[in-house]
T-cell receptor, first 113, second 113 residues
């Protein structure tokens, strides 16, 4: 079990650029969550999927953010255009069942200058 | 609406002593799961312990135990025999059914030698 794999680990970009964060789920897991963590706001849920279907995207800050799950094992979170206030650690997490814990990736630290 | 509250921004404990980290929750759904995670300074999210709403006994995992008081809607984490390596942020989380998982604001625990 390789765990949830996120890439890149660090991303530094300039304001206005497009950023794509990637996440590979654990095999057999059917729920996928994207969180953003900042000192000011803590852990915020951005969006989550069940069986590849987006269930709740009410946490997505604005239209600049989009997330996809093209297959059962992979997801992307895209920010276009990026802004300095998007700087945060972005976590992806997956779970097998509703009663099982979320397994988190190591996160992507995004810095937008 | 589901809500998780951790009222202790920071806690100190002497090495080898026990410490309780508070967590209260609010939901009208009878079926839910409660989770505790540890986030050390390195940033990864580590699952510690799970309690289901229908579980009759309090969950235990090694030095971690969950003091589940359903009527009071509290799910406090008890760490026995604290170690220096327990110094970290601790997050309480709740998942209702197959829905999203929400996290509290966290408690920063510092273990003093």
């Amino acid at each position: 079990d390789a765990g949830v794999i996120q890439s890149p680990r660090h991303e530094v970009t300039e304001m206005g650029q497009e950023v794509t964060l990637r996440c590979k789920l654990i095999s057999g897991h059917n729920s996928l969550f994207w969180y953003r963590q900042t000192m000011m706001r803590g852990l915020e849920l951005l969006i989550y999927f069940n069986n590849n279907v987006p269930i709740d995207d009410s946490g997505m800050p604005e239209d600049r953010f989009s997330a996809k799950m093209p297959n059962a094992s992979f997801s992307t979170l895209k920010i276009q255009p990026s802004e300095p206030r998007d700087s945060a650690v972005y976590f992806c997490a997956s779970s097998r069942t509703p009663n099982s814990p979320l397994h988190f990736g190591n996160g992507t630290r995004l810095t937008v200058t | 609406a589901q809500k998780i509250t951790q009222t202790q921004p920071g806690m100190f404990v002497q090495e080898k002593e026990a410490v309780t980290l508070d967590c209260t929750y609010d939901t009208s759904d009878p079926s839910y799961g409660l989770f505790w995670y540890k986030q050390p300074s390195s940033g990864e999210m580590i699952f510690l312990i799970y309690q289901g709403s229908y579980d009759q006994q309090n969950a235990t995992e090694g030095r971690y135990s969950l003091n589940f008081q359903k009527a009071r809607k509290s799910a406090n984490l008890v760490i026995s025999a604290s170690q220096l390596g327990d110094s970290a942020m601790y997050f309480c989380a709740m998942r209702v059914g197959n829905n999203d998982m929400r996290f509290g604001a966290g408690t920063r625990l510092t273990v003093k030698p």
